[in-house]
């Protein structure tokens, strides 16, 4: 049997009875990071093997935790923190053992996502966990488009050190007033959850932070959009009175779901029908 255990995400004290029975009865543990599933485990008194499966090596893995389950071996797989298989390794193991027939199961326990979500005082009726941003610029920015016209909860994690900037990415496209929480060193005892609008997390942690970050960001609401078109037009006007060209204006002031091909279109029409 393959168990899929929930860890810890800060404080050691909230793994769950069923996952410390695993761990004490299994036969091997392949973990995320091996040095930190030992922390764990001798916190716990728990001596066993611990193999490696991480991102560079889970499909290898996978095959190899299969064999020795299917030779009756039960195995525990880990992550450094939290859910296996979400933004962790985990979802090849469970590829690998429905491909192959091999039975499986998961032991529910702690998630960053599902903490950061409750602690941000946001809906929670309805969210989206969008896991990491892309790196790369292209998909990074279709991802915040679409992030734009989310009406539901989005829950993203961050590095520390890219939580500044991300903010202000979002903050231009999204809207400054866009209501977000950072919640950082969850259950830790520096936990810590930051409330306001986006400007204000982007001033607040502009100089990045400490410890790892959940991003809970409300959802569009609507006419959210209608209202920030017409605060650009208006932006826009006073930009082209002062001198500067419409698309240059248009280019600087879009933001959220507006692109600045939208709005240039939008004020070159509502400037013809004035004049009309």
């Not at 499966?53 to 009756?72: D, L, M, P, Q, W």
Request: with cysteine; aromatic share 4%.
């Amino acid at each position: 049997m393959i168990y899929l255990c929930a860890t810890p995400i800060g404080n050691l004290e909230d793994i769950t009875q069923r996952a410390v029975r695993i761990l004490t009865e299994c036969d091997a543990v392949y973990a995320e990071d091996t040095r930190r599933t030992l922390v764990l485990l001798n916190h716990l008194g728990i001596k066993k093997p611990v193999f490696s499966c991480h991102e560079h090596n889970e499909r290898h893995k996978a095959k190899e935790i299969v064999a020795r389950s299917a030779a009756g071996e039960t195995i525990a797989v880990v992550s450094d923190a939290g859910m296996p298989g979400i933004s962790d390794p985990g979802a090849a193991v469970v590829a690998a053992a429905i491909e192959s027939g091999e039975p499986f199961t998961v032991l529910p326990g702690p998630s960053a996502a599902l903490t950061a979500a409750v602690l941000s005082g946001l809906d929670c009726g309805r969210f989206v966990f969008e896991g990491f941003l892309p790196r790369e610029k292209r998909e990074r920015e279709a991802r915040i488009e679409a992030l734009s016209e989310e009406s539901r909860t989005a829950i993203l994690y961050e590095s520390p050190f890219r939580l500044g900037n991300t903010l202000r990415e979002l903050s231009e496209r999204l809207g400054r007033e866009r209501r977000a929480a950072v919640c950082r060193e969850l259950t830790k005892i520096y936990e810590e959850c930051v409330r306001g609008s986006l400007e204000e997390l982007a001033e607040r942690f502009s100089e990045g932070t400490k410890g790892e970050c959940v991003i809970v960001l409300a959802g569009a609401q609507p006419g959210e959009e209608e209202a920030d078109l017409e605060r650009m037009l208006m932006q826009m006007e006073r930009a082209v009175r002062a001198g500067e060209r419409a698309k240059d204006a248009a280019k600087r002031l879009a933001k959220g779901g507006i692109t600045p091909s939208a709005l240039y279109n939008e004020y070159l029409r509502r400037k013809r029908a004035e004049e009309a």
